[in-house]
């Protein structure tokens, strides 16, 4: 097969490195030349068991042999076994109820109309506006395209949905005036992903959570990429001990196969009605029994305790090296950024013909998300690489 970028057959949507892939196990995927790859990226946090996971391919087979699509004006056993465990599974952040769609945009959507329709009946109109930080991505819809603070992504596409508010991250005092009367939600990313592995300053979001709760503004935490154990606990915002109004998740939640989730607690669980919202493909049997396999495996504290013992592991490796050309090394579980002195891009092409996946987070950050099924060996194998790479610099 040829070298190709893909670019002929695809829309020249993204900036492709060169390589086809034509099966997976493990932390290893195999391209079509029969050159295998340690999978730094789970294909950006999505396949968190890695790749052929017997359980996973296992519920998905044994689903697609007995029911694929129902329409969401039916139920099917195992979507309903799976919105249980998953509520199941949030229980620490006090989220009750899920709707179920197919991918993060749409989750963030829906998590935006339930702010605007709970803000309009208990407040009446005025009051639509959504805060978002600057520096966050929440997706490429025109609407979460609108949600998402940079300017990068705003070129072209305009006119946007109306009534987003960007304030930079961390300053309590722009918070306080941009939480203002017009405002329904505040939609955060407790670990900001796209722009760079940005954890939140515990302190920043506690008081955010108190503004929001005092002004009656929903808080709603976009754990699209930090959520389902990627970063040691189920989701990120438990480390935190914040109790949001919603939760937005997609990327692995299903390890691979499309599904997205909003999930609402107390306040939000109820107040979509007959026909506000819906989604024909959202949760259907066969993502839901992908996402129950995943659940039955992450789910678990020890495994989650392991996901933060391994992305310590990661953390402390890159520190030990003092490397002239490493700034920064950051992230929590298997969420790791790390801020080089050079451009990112050549670093991933560098270590794409070295045999190792990797993405960046910016400019100069490259963005680690390995399985959660990564051995220690396979760890030190891809972070050897790294560092030959930064080496040759
Ligand atoms: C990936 C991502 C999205 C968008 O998800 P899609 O499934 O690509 O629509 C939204 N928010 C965050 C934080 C993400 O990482």
């Given at each position: 097969?040829?070298e190709?970028?893909?670019?002929d057959v695809f829309?020249n949507t993204?900036h492709r490195l060169p390589a086809v892939?034509s099966?997976?196990?493990g932390?290893?995927?195999?391209?079509?030349?029969?050159k295998t790859?340690l999978?730094?990226?789970?294909?950006?946090?999505?396949s968190?068991?890695?790749?052929?996971h017997?359980?996973?391919?296992?519920a998905?087979?044994?689903?697609?042999?007995?029911?694929?699509?129902t329409?969401?004006?039916?139920?099917?056993?195992t979507a309903?076994?799976?919105a249980?465990?998953?509520?199941?599974?949030?229980g620490?952040a006090?989220?009750?109820?899920?709707?179920?769609?197919?991918?993060?945009a749409?989750a963030?959507?829906?998590a935006?109309?339930i702010?605007r329709?709970y803000?309009?009946l208990k407040?009446?109109?005025?009051?639509h506006?959504?805060?978002?930080?600057k520096g966050?991505?929440?997706g490429r819809?025109?609407t979460?395209l609108a949600?998402t603070?940079?300017d990068?992504?705003h070129k072209d596409?305009?006119p946007?949905?109306?009534?987003?508010?960007?304030?930079p991250?961390?300053?309590?005092g722009?918070?306080?005036?941009?939480?203002d009367?017009?405002v329904?939600g505040l939609l955060?990313e407790p670990?900001q992903?796209?722009?760079?592995?940005r954890?939140?300053?515990e302190?920043?979001l506690?008081e955010?959570?108190?503004?929001?709760a005092e002004?009656?503004?929903?808080l709603?935490f976009?754990?699209?990429q930090?959520?389902?154990?990627?970063t040691?606990?189920?989701?990120a915002?438990?480390a935190y001990?914040?109790?949001p109004d919603?939760?937005?998740?997609?990327k692995?939640?299903?390890?691979?196969?499309?599904?997205?989730?909003v999930?609402?607690?107390?306040?939000?669980a109820?107040v979509?009605?007959?026909g506000?919202?819906?989604?024909t493909?959202?949760?259907?049997?066969?993502?839901?029994a992908a996402g129950?396999?995943v659940l039955?495996i992450?789910?678990d504290?020890?495994f989650?305790?392991d996901?933060?013992?391994?992305?310590?592991?990661?953390?402390?490796?890159?520190r030990?090296?003092s490397?002239p050309?490493?700034r920064?090394?950051?992230?929590?579980g298997?969420m790791?950024?790390?801020?080089?002195?050079?451009?990112?891009w050549?670093?991933?092409?560098?270590a794409?013909?070295?045999?190792l996946?990797l993405?960046?987070?910016?400019?100069q950050?490259l963005?680690?998300?390995p399985p959660?099924?990564?051995?220690?060996a396979?760890?030190q194998?891809?972070?050897?690489?790294?560092r030959?790479?930064?080496d040759?610099l």
């Amino acid at each position: 097969m040829k070298e190709t970028n893909g670019n002929d057959v695809f829309m020249n949507t993204y900036h492709r490195l060169p390589a086809v892939f034509s099966k997976g196990n493990g932390v290893r995927l195999t391209d079509t030349g029969g050159k295998t790859y340690l999978d730094f990226t789970s294909g950006i946090a999505v396949s968190c068991l890695g790749h052929g996971h017997p359980a996973l391919v296992e519920a998905i087979s044994s689903q697609a042999a007995k029911l694929i699509h129902t329409s969401n004006y039916f139920q099917s056993d195992t979507a309903l076994a799976f919105a249980e465990k998953l509520i199941e599974a949030c229980g620490a952040a006090g989220l009750r109820k899920v709707f179920l769609g197919n991918s993060g945009a749409e989750a963030n959507e829906g998590a935006c109309k339930i702010a605007r329709k709970y803000s309009l009946l208990k407040h009446g109109p005025g009051r639509h506006r959504i805060v978002t930080l600057k520096g966050s991505f929440h997706g490429r819809t025109i609407t979460t395209l609108a949600a998402t603070g940079q300017d990068k992504f705003h070129k072209d596409f305009g006119p946007f949905t109306e009534g987003f508010v960007y304030i930079p991250s961390g300053d309590i005092g722009a918070l306080d005036r941009a939480l203002d009367s017009s405002v329904c939600g505040l939609l955060i990313e407790p670990i900001q992903g796209e722009s760079g592995i940005r954890p939140q300053d515990e302190g920043y979001l506690r008081e955010a959570a108190r503004l929001c709760a005092e002004r009656d503004i929903l808080l709603m935490f976009d754990e699209i990429q930090s959520g389902v154990g990627r970063t040691g606990t189920f989701l990120a915002c438990e480390a935190y001990g914040i109790q949001p109004d919603i939760v937005t998740l997609a990327k692995g939640l299903a390890g691979g196969v499309p599904v997205g989730a909003v999930l609402g607690g107390g306040k939000t669980a109820d107040v979509f009605g007959n026909g506000d919202h819906g989604s024909t493909f959202g949760g259907n049997p066969l993502a839901a029994a992908a996402g129950l396999a995943v659940l039955g495996i992450v789910d678990d504290p020890a495994f989650l305790a392991d996901i933060t013992r391994k992305g310590n592991v990661i953390v402390e490796t890159v520190r030990s090296w003092s490397h002239p050309k490493v700034r920064d090394v950051r992230g929590r579980g298997l969420m790791t950024g790390i801020d080089i002195d050079a451009d990112a891009w050549p670093v991933l092409e560098a270590a794409l013909s070295k045999g190792l996946l990797l993405l960046s987070a910016g400019p100069q950050t490259l963005r680690l998300l390995p399985p959660y099924i990564i051995t220690d060996a396979e760890i030190q194998e891809g972070l050897e690489i790294i560092r030959s790479v930064l080496d040759a610099l």
